[in-house]
């Protein structure tokens, strides 16, 4: 059972990946370590197969708490053979690294309950240099490029099961004088789209995703950011999002609807608005 309409795809997308970063990864020199980030669990057990031929050390990273999450979010089945195999998988690797890498405290903590040795834990939160978000043009140049015209909310990211942009679907049906824009791709967007456009949400936008350079033009055409999750429990305690920095390094308040760990950043950076999961609009 996997966790989308596509999941077999996915996971041949994962296998893929994984041989082909195998591959590639031989192909070069002496390294020092071999750095494994998930998810997804194969390309990080790509890098320790890498460290193993090269005898380097091998460093996991753990962005989310794969396959837990999936079962948080009843995407997955404790008893389906899958998540079973990706759980032998998970301490294989867990067993395997080094130093293993959270970007999150609550990572720490379900780590350590899974019996991981709490001394080769390190945190290293995400982050952004406002020196990368500098724009290109006057903001009023920006936001005629964009179509901006009046105050608008952007999301910029993925559009998938963990994001719930069904939330934020639900927060822009009940706000129509607030023009909301999603950037970016994922297995749902076709979904979202249609969707919105039964609902005839005037006020939604769908982008396209944009060059990563072009992300600063974006932030500073728009009045407000928008970090969006699912209600599920371990994003409120096991999460670093990369758009919470993006926001902040551009100067552009955010709206944000994770409780616990994100809301607590966002908060004490008084950088923006904190809600409930449904309380966007």
Do not use: Q
């Amino acid at each position: 059972m996997g966790y989308s309409s596509n999941g077999i795809s996915r996971i041949l997308n994962w296998v893929s990946y994984a041989v082909m970063a195998t591959l590639r990864g031989l192909r070069v020199g002496r390294v020092d370590v071999v750095y494994g980030s998930s998810p997804h669990l194969l390309a990080a057990l790509a890098a320790w197969v890498l460290s193993v031929l090269k005898r380097a050390p091998f460093v996991l990273e753990v962005r989310d708490l794969w396959p837990k999450v999936l079962v948080d979010m009843n995407h997955m089945s404790e008893s389906a053979p899958i998540y079973r195999a990706l759980t032998v998988l998970e301490e294989f690797l867990y067993a395997r690294a080094k130093t293993i890498v959270i970007m999150a405290e609550g990572s720490r903590t379900e780590l350590v309950a899974r019996g991981v040795d709490e001394s080769k834990i390190v945190y290293i939160p995400n982050g952004a240099d406002p020196e990368d978000f500098e724009p290109s043009a006057p903001r009023d140049e920006l936001r005629a490029r964009y179509g901006f015209d009046k105050v608008t909310a952007v999301y910029a990211g993925a559009h998938g099961p963990a994001n719930g942009l069904d939330l934020l679907l639900d927060g822009a049906e009940a706000t129509p004088d607030v023009d909301v824009v999603l950037v970016g791709g994922g297995v749902l967007k076709d979904s979202l789209r249609a969707n919105s456009e039964d609902r005839g949400l005037d006020n939604v936008r769908f982008m396209d995703p944009i060059p990563k350079d072009e992300i600063p033009d974006l932030l500073a055409a728009a009045d407000i950011g928008l970090h969006v999750l699912a209600d599920v429990e371990l994003f409120r305690s096991a999460v670093s999002p990369n758009k919470i920095f993006d926001y902040m390094a551009s100067c552009l308040p955010t709206l944000t609807n994770c409780p616990g760990l994100v809301s607590g950043l966002v908060d004490s950076a008084e950088a923006g608005v904190t809600v409930e999961p449904g309380g966007i609009a």
